[in-house]
């Protein structure tokens, strides 16, 4: 007998999709791709609009420990299109900065 399961293989088929797609971001590798999934973020938009602390904060609570500060830089560095090692030393405001900036240029 032969079971043919349709919901899971959408379900995955579209968590593998979200995963590639948010891949194409600056930093994020599969592994960041999937720790951002876990935490509700499904696409490369959503990561955009997101404020990298709060995600951070988030993936620490999920975690149950303290996850290592350079996932934060990447998170930082895909929101704002920086290489990771860039975000390290730079202040919230000024990022908050480079993200009104951004926001201005996508909007036209």
């Not at 349709?6 to 599969?30: A, C, P």
Request: with cysteine.
């Amino acid at each position: 007998m032969r079971i043919r399961v349709v919901g899971k293989t959408s379900e995955l088929h579209g968590k593998s999709e979200s995963i590639r797609r948010l891949q194409t971001l600056r930093n994020i590798g599969r592994i960041t791709a999937e720790k951002l999934y876990s935490i509700g973020v499904k696409t490369p938009e959503q990561m955009g609009r997101s404020d990298p602390e709060e995600l951070y904060e988030r993936l620490n609570m999920i975690s149950g420990g303290e996850v290592d500060r350079c996932v934060l830089y990447q998170f930082r560095g895909a929101v704002f299109d920086l290489p990771w090692p860039e975000c390290k030393n730079l202040s919230k405001s000024r990022l908050n900065r480079n993200r009104s900036k951004r926001r201005k240029v996508l909007d036209g």
